[in-house]
């Protein structure tokens, strides 16, 4: 069965803090995704993955294939980085994504 | 920038009515998905389609679901006869072939509401 956990599943953080959101999945992939949902409902791709690291302006994604591990860090936090961060694992065989249950984070002004 | 757009933004309809729900995938995409989430559960993936046929399809997409590539742009998700349960907000998305092939492009969704 594949899992994606995400932790944590609430946070709150004054802006400017430094954020770390983890995921973990529970078999071999392909592809690793971070997706950002605001609350009028769209989805928008962060990273796709498959290894190593990547950055993005203030943000950066990172994955350990053989701890089946990721992060996704927020640097000098905004409150326009309130949303919900999801990740989303393809297995090695087959087409489709497995979604976590995402994160909510609350930027503070 | 290319994006991914869907029609309508929001659905109502009456429970045992037919719904499509429209995509307008990134114009030189070639595989098509559409996910689906629940208010307050995680999204879930339905169905995959490359090549004009299904290559990969959940448990939830059963026969009262179907897609379709009518013409060279649109794609289209069914619902034959809705049920309370399939109120959700749909997302299309699309991804390239080649080493393009994992990164998908999500549309703003469509609210389905079934009364």
């Known amino acids: 069965k594949n899992e994606v956990e995400q932790s944590p599943q609430n946070l709150t953080a004054q802006e400017g803090e430094f954020i770390t959101i983890n995921c973990s999945y529970s078999v071999g992939i392909s592809a690793l995704h971070w997706l950002q949902q605001h609350p009028g409902g769209g989805i928008v791709s962060l990273f796709m993955?498959?290894?190593g690291k990547k950055k993005h302006g203030r943000l950066i994604a990172t994955i350990n294939i053989q701890e089946k591990h990721s992060s996704l860090h927020i640097t000098a936090s905004h409150p326009r980085d309130s949303a919900v961060y999801i990740c989303a694992v393809r297995p090695n065989t087959g087409n489709q994504f497995y979604f976590g249950t995402g994160t909510s984070l609350t930027v503070i002004p | 920038e290319p994006e991914v757009t869907q029609t309508p933004s929001h659905q109502v309809t009456q429970m045992g009515q037919e719904v499509i729900l429209r995509c307008v995938p990134i114009s030189n995409h070639l595989y098509f998905y559409w996910y689906r989430q629940i208010l307050g559960q995680k999204v879930e993936f339905l169905v995959s389609f490359y090549n004009n046929e299904i290559s990969e399809k959940s448990e939830i997409f059963d026969d009262q679901f179907s897609v379709e590539r009518p013409d060279g742009s649109n794609f289209t998700l069914k619902i034959r006869s809705t049920k309370l349960e399939d109120s959700a907000m749909y997302f299309c998305?699309?991804?390239?072939?080649?080493?393009?092939?994992?990164?998908?492009?999500f549309g703003p969704g469509t609210r389905l509401t079934v009364l």
């Open positions: 993955l498959s290894s």
């Open positions: 998305a699309s991804s390239d072939w080649g080493i393009s092939y994992n990164e998908q492009f």
